[in-house]
């Protein structure tokens, strides 16, 4: 009678054991691609400088607005209205210049002209 009221314990102890075992690991795994995106040399300059709106919205008309929109809100590519809430600044980085996603050609700015192009899209 004591071995099945002692079995349900240990059950239940050696569930709660892995269910925080598996959550640790997840949330170490978010900080190490956290730090590991973030050391990217290219992405580390532009998030060190200063962008220019102004700027970016030119750099943006140039090269983006011709599949996004003049005003962002899509054509060909999709609308960037808001992007910046459901997208980080690397995610936005990465998405610009990587070139994963095609249509989108790989975008290869400078790192003052990205920091520009990240504050306009931050506005909108």
């Known amino acids: 009678?004591?071995?099945q009221i002692t079995q349900p314990k240990i059950l239940i102890q050696r569930i709660t054991v892995i269910v925080l075992a598996i959550l640790l690991a997840f949330i170490l795994g978010i900080f190490?691609?956290?730090a590991i995106r973030t050391s990217d040399p290219y992405v580390k300059t532009v998030l060190s400088l200063t962008g220019n709106a102004v700027q970016g919205n030119?750099?943006?008309?140039?090269?983006?607005?011709?599949?996004?929109?003049?005003q962002a809100d899509?054509?060909?590519?999709p609308s960037l209205?808001?992007?910046?809430?459901?997208?980080?600044?690397?995610?936005?980085?990465?998405?610009?210049?990587?070139?994963?996603?095609?249509?989108?050609?790989?975008?290869?700015?400078?790192?003052?002209e990205m920091a520009d192009?990240?504050?306009?899209l931050e506005t909108l």
């Open 81 to 112: 209205q808001g992007v910046s809430k459901r997208k980080s600044s690397y995610g936005l980085i990465h998405q610009v210049i990587s070139g994963d996603t095609p249509p989108m050609p790989k975008f290869q700015p400078n790192p003052q």
């Open 74 to 77: 899509g054509r060909v590519g």
């Open 1 to 3: 009678m004591d071995n």
């Open 117 to 120: 192009l990240l504050s306009y």
């Open 32 to 34: 190490a691609v956290r």
């Open 58 to 70: 030119a750099i943006f008309q140039i090269n983006c607005a011709g599949c996004h929109g003049w």
